[in-house]
């Protein structure tokens, strides 16, 4: 503890060290044991923040609202037929005026140069919500669940994400491994492997912590030795339905399975940053079965209601990860 972050917008993990992650991560598990406990943090009843989202979200929205009304603050949600960004008002002056009604700003959106304008244009802090490149918020969660199952230091740790390694939670787990010193391994279909550039970075950054990067495209070696057996939707928002059968195709050897799971390590626990297809009660689950007679995508019934997922947990960790961050920049 002790660190100070105030006035810091969080868009990428890559823009933090390892002893600020872990701030962050141990600042959430303070925030959860304040809540659980019923000990009231009102901390920030003087701001205001604005809730920007140009794509659909339960926890992620859910989980700045509520953390923001546990601090006390006022908050604003503005969906995409809400505001004039991008249609009648450019991205700078939006960002210009949010700035100076606003204590902080969340996005959730496409490209990662939006969050990034905004932070450049409002002068207030701005937190990624997610953009296609990346899911910061996520991973603070995300590395709080893992903790809270193998303990404080996750340095050697297998994580393999198992299905699309180059999307935004993907690219994100490979950063915050990197960053906090565990094995992360991406596996995947040859074309679906993250940019050799932000290899290049996180291999950097490999070199300091002593985190180990891995990449395959057997799902043998994914589960050998794993900790932590990680997926997420086959088909990423923003990307079109057309692409359904040709990603199904590439991923269904990389469904996290029974069979999948019982070659990780016994005491390995199962993540998935949420919403999942893991059975047909969806109206995209039902029509995915309809054409590809597929009863589940990325995770199976028997991983997802098993004894080691920790899918719910880990969403719960949103709320109080996403006040931390919160709080460690408007303090
Ligand atoms: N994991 C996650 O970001 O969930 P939402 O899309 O519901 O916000």
Known sequence: MGLNIRGRSFLTLLDY?????????DLGAEFKRMKRCGVEHKWLSDK???LLFEKTSTRTRCSFEVGARDLGMGVTFLDPGSSQM??????????KVLGRLYDGIEYRGFKQSVVEDLAKYSGVPVWNGLTDDFHPTQMLADM???REEFGRDLRGRKLTFFGDARNNVANSLMVACAKL???YCACGPKELMPSEALIEKCCAIAAETGAELEFT??????????????TDIWL??????ELWEQRIALLRPYQVNGALIAQAKPTAIFLHCL???HDRNTTVGEEIYERFGLEAMEVTDEVFLGPQARQFREAENRMHTIKAVLWATLQ
């Open 17 to 25: 060290t390892p002893e600020e992650i872990e701030y962050l991560i």
């Open 181 to 183: 010193g565990l094995h």
């Open 217 to 230: 495209d057997d799902p043998a070696c994914g589960a050998r030795d794993c900790d932590i057996l990680y």
């Open 48 to 50: 205001q923040i604005v």
């Open 275 to 277: 919403p999942a297809f």
């Open 86 to 95: 991008g249609k009648k008002e450019s991205l700078a002056d939006t960002a």
């Open 236 to 241: 990423s928002m923003g990307e079109p339905a």
């Open 144 to 146: 709080l669940t893992a």
